[in-house]
């Protein structure tokens, strides 16, 4: 099945197909983060300080030395 394709208008504006919104529950008015990545955009659903907290449960902190080759 082909991806969903969205078309930019002459007021530079996108909608996002309904199959997509759908899928991830993206409802009118939502905050999305654009962000720019070499020749294209991601487009993320803005989350809340609270709802990110607790994101790194259960992180193993075993070792107190993280190389800079371990981030990415």
């Known amino acids: 099945m082909p991806a969903p394709v ?4 002459s007021r530079h504006r996108v909608e996002l197909p309904k199959e997509i919104r759908d899928t991830l529950d993206w409802k ?6 654009v962000v720019r990545h070499k020749d294209g955009i991601f487009i993320y659903k803005r989350i809340t300080l609270e709802a990110a907290c607790g994101v790194a449960k259960g992180a ?4 107190d030395y993280r190389d800079r080759h371990d981030r990415f």
């Open 28 to 33: 009118p008015g939502e905050e999305l983060k």
């Open 60 to 63: 193993n902190t075993d070792y």
């Open 6 to 9: 969205a078309i930019l208008s």
